[in-house]
Nanobody, 120 residues
Framework: VQLVESGGGLVQPGGSLKLSCAAS????????MAWFRQAPEKEREFVAA????????YYAEPVKGRFTISRDNAKKTVYLQMNSLKLEDTAVYYC??????????????WGQGTQVTVSS
């Protein structure tokens, strides 16, 4: 399994970024995919998930209404569109797959992540 995140960067509060995660080594279309993030000196936390077959989506409260998760099964890629970014969104963002919908625990080894910094 390989997960490669990209798209992070430095953005001002209120700005937008779109993250991508290219996956390989497993049957992507059948797995629930999720984004997580880890801020400095904090535990990694769940951000959003999209189900494998139905396309259902679920968001953590802090990002609901601002972030949108999507997937392209043909490209084996999951995306995270982040709008109205806040200072507290600053973190390293990771993608992973989850084995059980509703249990937001990454099942594979973590990739390198992509840094998102929100700063004025």
């Amino acid at each position: 399994v390989q997960l490669v995140e990209s798209g992070g960067g430095l953005v001002q509060p209120g700005g937008s970024l779109k993250l991508s995660c290219a996956a390989s080594g497993f049957t992507f279309s059948t797995y629930h995919m999720a984004w997580f993030r880890q801020a400095p000196e904090k535990e990694r936390e769940f951000v959003a998930a999209v189900s494998g077959l139905s396309g259902n989506r679920y968001y953590a409260e802090p990002v609901k209404g601002r972030f949108t998760i999507s997937r392209d099964n043909a490209k084996k890629t999951v995306y995270l569109q982040m709008n109205s970014l806040k200072l507290e969104d600053t973190a390293v963002y990771y993608c992973n797959f989850v084995r059980t919908w509703g249990t937001w625990v990454g099942a594979a080894s973590w990739g390198q992540g992509t840094q998102v910094t929100v700063s004025s």
